[in-house]
């Protein structure tokens, strides 16, 4: 099963994830909590603690990114697990997508909302 928690910073929105992402519902749950950020300049979707991930998902993010370049919001995917990272190798997806380094992330943290400057 997997949890997802959506905070706003300034002009981005983090979008948690935590858990498995193995199911077509845990696919649509994700694909809502993007979506329904429509209305931020960047969208970061963190998969630190994303356990397991299947194929639909990683067509989820696919689909989330063409998303989120239709409406001009940025799309990154933020620190995925080592076995994520090469799930999306297998399907030859990572490539497409913006994985900033925790450094970039500051930044981005840092220039959403003028209180996290001094963190970065």
Known sequence: MLNIHVEKIG???????????EQGEDSFRLREAVTSQHDVGTIVVDLSE???????SIGMLVFLQRWARDYNIRFRLFNPS???????RKVGSIAEFDIPTLHEMMALL????GRFGLAA
């Open 11 to 21: 002009e981005m929105a983090v979008v948690d994830c935590e858990g498995r992402m």
């Open 50 to 56: 994303v356990t397991a991930i299947e194929g639909s």
């Open 82 to 88: 080592k076995f994520v990272r090469e799930q999306l």
């Open 110 to 113: 840092a220039r959403s909302h």
